[in-house]
Each structure stands twice: as C-alpha cells, then as structure tokens.
C-alpha cells in the first residue's frame, strides 16, 4: 500500500510570513494526525481528525495554527504568523480506526523560520 | 495524564554488540506500545507494535517486550551494526481511539 504523503519537504520563511503543509493519508485511515517535533524532542500531537471531525486539538496554538479535513481524506495545516520558535519538523500521520493496527507516518515538512 | 520516559537519551556501542533500549510510561492501562525508528532528516519508520494483551514482539533482530505492571518497554537489539545508527522512539497508546504519546527518544550510534 502507498504510505503517507507531505508536501513539501523543506520550507524556509521569515517571521509573520504564512506557510501551509499538506498530507494525504493512507487509503481507507480515518484517522488523522498533526505532530509537531522540535529539534531533540519526541513528536508532539497537535491535532486529530476523525473522518473530517476534529477529536483532539488541545494542543494547537489557535491563534496562529489552524487544520482541516476536507472529505475526510487530504488535510491542510496552516501557520499564520509564524514565530521563529515554530521551526520544527510537522508530521502528518494515519491509522485505521482507533489505532489498532498502529500508526503510519510520513516523511515530514522541516520548517524554518528565520 | 500518561507520560513516556526514554534511557538513556544516547548510546554508542562497538559493531557487534547486543543492546537494550529502555521506555518507561507512568499509566500501565495502555492499548498498544509502538517503537519507531527516525534517521537525521527523516520521518518515522514503525519497528514494532505490540498489543496489551502481548508480552513481546520479534522482527529479525529487534525483539520488543511489554510489562505493563510495571509500566515498561525494552528494545532489544542483538548483533548490532552501524546501519542500526538511528534515533529510537517509544510510543504509548493510552485508549481506543485517542493519539500517541512519545518519549524524548534514544539516540544510538553504531561504531565499525
């Protein structure tokens, strides 16, 4: 099976600039993830779809980060304004429902801010 | 709230050597473990999963155990090799349903 799909691998912006990453899951995944990892840290969730509905997005900086699912399929995560601090590595991860099966990830978009 | 430990944080070991990568977790009332592999620059490759109900997971030259009584996980590697030079992550799964939680991850080097 086709594993997960980013875009784009690497992307470097200045601060206050926007920037958006782009993830197609695995085929027939209803569920859909955002992880963020900083530079010597372990993946950290920031948001979860379930089909097209948001189960978990406690962690999201809202004022600034925003993520949607449409169709249940592709997903979106926008940053706008970035802060040097968001310089990370976004990862976009699928499973099959409730995670049984575990989980896949992708490649990952390495942000940087400047 | 669950939370995962990784030790030790970095490893370096001869080619050739047997090790353990140890993963701790304060909730024992997990779904599953996941032990992933990421190497500089790259995205996480899953290793091995292992259910609640399991005690452990072979794959090759990777065995995984479970002992959720006491809120542990180890890696075994056997024969290592330089290509075993990656960073090791530890992965909980709390509920049905609800996401990973990582540790901080181990970070191994594999001399020739």
């Known amino acids: 099976e086709a594993g997960v799909a980013q875009s784009p691998r690497y992307k470097i912006i200045e601060k206050r600039q926007s920037v958006a990453f782009w993830c197609n899951p695995i085929s027939g995944h209803a569920t859909l993830y955002w992880y963020q990892q900083i530079l010597g840290q372990g993946p950290k969730l920031l948001i979860q779809f379930q089909n097209n509905g948001v189960v978990d997005d406690s962690q999201l900086p809202k004022d600034r980060f925003s993520a949607e699912r449409l169709k249940g399929v592709d997903s979106t995560l926008k940053i706008q304004p970035a802060k040097l601090e968001d310089s990370a590595v976004y990862l976009c991860?699928?499973?099959?429902?409730?995670?049984?099966?575990?989980?896949?990830f992708g490649s990952g978009t390495r942000l940087t801010v400047v | 709230k669950q939370e995962v430990t990784q030790i030790p944080a970095a490893l370096s070991v001869p080619e050739g050597e047997n090790l353990v990568l140890n993963c701790s977790f304060t909730?024992?009332?997990?779904?599953?473990l996941q032990w992933f592999r990421q190497d500089p620059g790259k995205g996480l490759t899953s290793l091995l999963l292992i259910q609640s109900s399991q005690r452990e997971q072979t794959s090759g030259r990777l065995n995984a155990s479970l002992d959720k009584s006491s809120g542990r996980s180890t890696l075994y590697i056997a024969a290592s090799q330089p290509g075993d030079s990656a960073t090791y992550l530890c992965a909980a799964h709390n509920q049905a349903g609800t996401a990973l939680i990582f540790g901080k991850g181990t970070t191994l080097s594999v001399s020739s």
């Open positions: 909730d024992s009332a997990i779904y599953n």
């Open positions: 991860a699928s499973s099959s429902w409730k995670g049984k099966n575990g989980y896949t």
